[in-house]
């Protein structure tokens, strides 16, 4: 099972990904692209990514804005793996 991390290495951590929040056990961050199919491909790219990770985003897709939600729910709260993910998003949502 992967280990949680502690909050002061989250806090850290989020220094280095900006656009993402802490919701009580959860990164959050939301996207908003130019139009619905572009935020559609982004999701299909993030899927992508997600699925060689084995660690998928919960999504809620509102038109062109995209809310990615991570959270490791096997281990109860943010993991390394949320944070690999965080960064993966990131990179497609900026080359997006």
């Given at each position: ?30 996207v908003?692209?130019a ?9 299909d ?5 997600a ?22 729910h ?19 949502a900026?080359?997006?």
């Amino acid at each position: 099972m992967a280990e949680l991390l502690s909050d002061p290495d989250i806090d850290t951590a989020l220094t280095d990904l900006p656009h993402w929040r802490r919701a009580g056990d959860t990164l959050t961050r939301t996207v908003e692209s130019a139009s619905f199919p572009a935020a559609i491909t982004l999701v299909d790219q993030v899927a992508e990514v997600a699925e060689s990770m084995n660690h998928h985003p919960d999504i809620d897709i509102r038109w062109r804005k995209v809310t990615y939600s991570l959270s490791t729910h096997s281990a109860g709260g943010i993991t390394q793996s949320d944070l690999e993910l965080a960064r993966r998003i990131d990179e497609l949502a900026a080359s997006a």
